[in-house]
């Protein structure tokens, strides 16, 4: 299929429906970042995923597009709910991969003395790598109240605080996890992982509040300039990647059944009506909660290692949770759709939720501003905090960008690290950087992203989420 | 395209932006899944030949057909990495047809002391996913999500 991409105004891309597609693509992005998403296959995916059965309004993508498998990364689609279907390559392997922002009371000068041993000691306090096993081993019975209770759990062992949940997403609980529909490797897979970061794009970081853009929203996220604040990136580890890895298995050999046709076999898929869509959703909700319940342990894990290191009592390091979004996730919600109010089965790949102010989703606390919107840089630059806007409700089914995302290969990264220290060029910057290898940093520096000030700026200016705060890192953990 | 030979294969990297992708070249099927195996767990795990204890096993997978055993195969290679510990050192496709395989592999245990990981796969994908015969040779892209 030839790609024929036109431009709608100084924000937006359209892919005119041609084919076997659907519908229109819509890409928002501008002149500068476009450059890139043409070199990648990226916009094929785009089109790929507007063929797909029951997909409303657009095949969606967000400033930070790039080639994924199946979806792009950046992908948004929705699907009606009885001609649709629900895609796990649309959700990804890592089911609930999100972010998770807390603010302190520490100003950067709190912190800067004790940065060189506070940096090795996130390292050494939260469990990371691949394949990492966490500081807590589960048994069958207890991952099943994790799979169904999410971060509550997490939340009732000691970890946090029931505030806590308000501050996340869905609460910290997707409703509609059976951990009856998981496989054995599933459920192995998920006994030790608990309270592990992972690795690759997976970091922890310490940072701080440099630029407010809008003052009575930050206000309201607890957000104020020169404040220290920690922004975690985890996700659902092998638990989730095993769970989409036996339902893409399953869907394949039942594909030919509902007569799909598929311009990629990892868009296999089943209708939202049939029992293994269901099962799916099921076992998809169990990874999600999975994956809240991580990262509120995570948090608790960081909490106790900054007190620890510090030397200072849990009121002066006042550490508060933001907010936890997840971007690679499937949900049904309501949106209005060529005027029409109605219920869609909305999959974020690479993609974050934007409730605008007033939407009664979002906690009392943030109905006001907005829901926050976290949106890590690379581990160089800045990361951002946005606020859903209305925009977002009329044009992108609530969703917003993710990160910077990618725009060099892995191997091209590594190709451009050769003979550097990628560690020392970020100390020097005044950014302490602590990795389990070399190649990790190499594969994510930051001239393989985007820039996430571009990005921002996109969404932004189309309306999607607005620019509320700005945050520089001082410390960042990989595994 | 950097290109590097393993076995009976050639093997070259595709520039995926986010992901990461291979393409294998052999002179038989059988050489194709062995070599495909063998270079995805060296490409996550560096350990020295010869260390550790081996232990033998018997595998058989089934397929709807070629590309989806590609991703099935090496999918049950990574499970046993990252369920249960064990490294592929070794594999012999006895018996290999579009409709499945048999095959006898060899495995360590992991050992981080030991074994250096070098980065996570966290899945083998279908996206893009071929396995053809071509100019007497049998070739297969595969992309993994990293």
């Not at chain 1, 599933?186 to 030790?192: F, M, P």
């Not at chain 1, 399953?250 to 269901?278: F, N, Y």
């Not at chain 1, 091209?412 to 302490?432: C, H």
């Not at chain 1, 290898?437 to 820039?451: C, H, I, Q, V």
Request: proline share 4%.
């Amino acid at each position: 299929m030839d790609i024929r991409l036109q431009r709608v105004d100084a924000n937006r891309w359209k892919i005119p429906r041609t084919g076997a597609m659907r519908v229109d693509g819509l890409i928002f992005s501008n002149e500068h970042l476009i450059k890139a998403v043409r070199e990648d296959q990226s916009l094929q995916q785009v089109a790929n995923v507007a063929t797909l059965p029951g997909i409303v309004g657009h095949s969606l993508a967000m400033p930070d597009i790039h080639w994924g498998y199946g979806f792009p990364i950046g992908g948004v689609a929705a699907f009606e709910l009885q001609e649709g279907i629900v895609s796990p390559g649309g959700v990804g392997y890592d089911i609930n991969c999100g972010c998770r922002l807390m603010s302190t009371a520490l100003s950067a000068a709190d912190v800067a003395p004790s940065l060189r041993e506070l940096v090795p000691a996130l390292f050494t306090g939260i469990p990371s790598g691949v394949g990492s096993s966490g500081v807590l081993f589960l048994s069958k019975a207890e991952e099943a109240q994790v799979a169904v209770r999410g971060a509550a759990w997490a939340v009732q062992q000691g970890f946090g605080t029931p505030e806590d949940l308000a501050r996340t997403e869905d609460g910290g609980a997707m409703p509609g996890a059976d951990p009856a529909v998981l496989s054995e490797r599933a459920v192995k897979r998920g006994l030790d992982q608990l309270g592990t970061l992972g690795s690759g794009n997976h970091f922890l970081e310490v940072q701080v509040v440099d630029t407010i853009y809008d003052a009575a929203a930050a206000a309201a996220f607890g957000l104020s300039a020169g404040q220290v604040t920690v922004l975690i990136h985890s996700g659902s580890r092998g638990f989730g990647h095993q769970i989409c890895d036996d339902f893409i298995k399953i869907m394949g050999q039942k594909i030919h059944q509902w007569a799909i046709e598929l311009p990629d076999r990892q868009l296999v898929c089943a209708p939202l009506t049939s029992g293994v869509a269901q099962r799916y959703l099921a076992g998809m909700a169990c990874a999600a909660n999975y994956a809240w319940a991580n990262r509120q342990v995570l948090m608790c894990l960081a909490r106790e290692t900054m007190l620890r290191t510090l030397g200072i009592t849990p009121r002066e390091l006042g550490m508060q949770l933001v907010y936890d979004v997840c971007h690679n996730i499937a949900k049904q919600e309501e949106h209005t759709v060529n005027g029409q109010k109605m219920q869609v089965c909305v999959h974020r790949k690479g993609a974050t939720r934007a409730l605008s102010p007033g939407h009664p989703l979002l906690p009392r606390i943030y109905r006001e501003a907005g829901q926050p919107v976290l949106i890590p840089g690379d581990m160089g630059t800045h990361s951002y905090v946005l606020a859903g806007a209305k925009g977002a409700m009329l044009e992108t089914f609530a969703s917003s960008c993710h990160g910077a995302g990618r725009v060099m290969s892995r191997s091209q990264a590594l190709k451009r690290a050769r003979g550097r220290s990628i560690s020392r060029e970020l100390d020097d910057k005044g950014i302490v950087v602590h990795s389990r290898g070399k190649k990790t940093l190499s594969e994510e520096m930051p001239e393989a992203y985007k820039d996430v000030s571009q990005v921002v700026e996109v969404v932004h200016a189309a309306g999607l989420a607005r620019k509320v705060a700005r945050l520089t890192p001082l410390g960042v953990i990989k595994g | 395209m950097s290109k590097l030979k393993l076995g009976q294969s050639e093997i070259k990297l595709l520039n995926h932006t986010a992901d990461f992708g291979v393409v294998v070249r052999s002179p038989s099927l059988e050489d194709l899944f062995q070599d495909a195996a063998r270079y995805m767990v060296r490409s996550m795990v560096a350990f020295p030949e010869g260390r550790g204890v081996l232990h033998r096993t018997h595998l058989d997978v089934c397929s709807a057909d070629l590309a989806d055993l590609m991703v099935r195969w090496l999918g049950e290679i990574l499970y046993l990495f990252q369920g249960e510990g064990q490294l592929l050192a070794a594999a012999e496709v006895e018996e290999i047809t579009s409709a499945g395989l048999s095959a006898e592999v060899e495995l360590i245990p992991f050992d981080p002391a030991l074994h250096e990981i070098r980065f996570e796969i966290k899945a083998v994908t279908y996206h893009q996913i071929e396995v053809a015969e071509q100019d007497g040779c049998w070739e297969a892209r595969v992309i993994f999500d990293v």
